[in-house]
């Protein structure tokens, strides 16, 4: 008889224990206890079609917040649409843009879409490409990384010159932390 109280005591002063323990345990506490590490990985999407005026880098609204310093995989796919009559040599650039330096992500330049038409004409020349950037960056803390585009005008001008975003192909930013 005196094991079975026993037993029974050490039960009910561990439940006691436990409730005292969960009765002080404050909203902060658990928040802090499971704090989650900031992503890993992220992607977005443009929604919406960027007009770029000629010669002058334009920012985009797409950017993506690399969340803690490290070494990161950067891609982008950048569909860029353009339109003119010819005579036309026309094209569109794109670049990723480290907003927190103030400065261009090494190499990250690519040509993404260029009409050349030379023969006079009335008929309007154009289409859409879309094309890729990768790059691996390595940042010391939190880094906003953008994308920014620009169109050249070399001979003639496009009437439309976009960086473009819809159903058909989506204009977008990924990255991805692989190193510490």
Known sequence: MKSVLRTSLAAVAATLLIGTATA????SDVTTASAAHPAKAGIVKLGTAVNL???VW?????EVTLPRAGTYALDADVRGRLAGTPALNTYISARLWNVNSGAEVPQSERLVYQIIDLNAGSATAGGNQTAPISELIRVGGPTTIRLQARRIDAVGAAS???I???NSGYTSLRY????F
Request: no cysteine; hydrophobic share 25%; aromatic share 10%.
């Open 53 to 55: 005026p000629s010669g």
């Open 176 to 179: 991805e932390r692989v190193g």
């Open 58 to 62: 334009t920012d985009t609204p797409l």
């Open 160 to 162: 439309i010159a976009q």
């Open 24 to 27: 002080f345990t404050t909203p």
């Open 164 to 166: 473009y975003s819809d």
